[in-house]
């Protein structure tokens, strides 16, 4: 169940758009835990996200800048939602989330993230910085998906 996001052809013309995961794996015994991340630029606690490339779907960048920022290959399970806020240089941004599960890679340091975590579904929310993922990972855990797997 997966869906490409489509902007409104009235879309500010100055629109960042970006796209990342919210990834997750599941560990023997039903538990299910999700990687966050700690950027030290930005000194927050978020999920693997960046702006797409030219000619780029967000589901497309989505796989790309989790792979990128976590080393992880990924599947996507589904479309979460969007964020949309002010970027910190006054522009407006939109940012599509995907619910992924891992399929292989490892994590290590790099230009962007400084540190990921894998944490169990009740210890997300509290972790994130930003109230917008707190708001977003909300969406996630009533997904039947997820709810499957953690019960």
Known sequence: MTGELVVP???????????GGIIT???????????CIYR??????TFPKGKLDEGETFQQGALREVLEETGMRCRVVRFVGTTNYTHRKGKPKIVAYYLMAVEDGEFFPNAEVDVLVWLALEQVRSHLTWD?????????VQMPEIRAQAS
């Open 40 to 45: 030290e630029a930005r000194g927050d606690w």
């Open 132 to 140: 917008r993922d707190q708001e977003l990972f909300d969406l996630v």
């Open 25 to 35: 794996r599941f560990i023997p015994g039903g538990r299910v835990e999700v990687a």
């Open 9 to 19: 052809r009235d879309a500010p013309s100055d629109l960042i758009r970006a796209a």
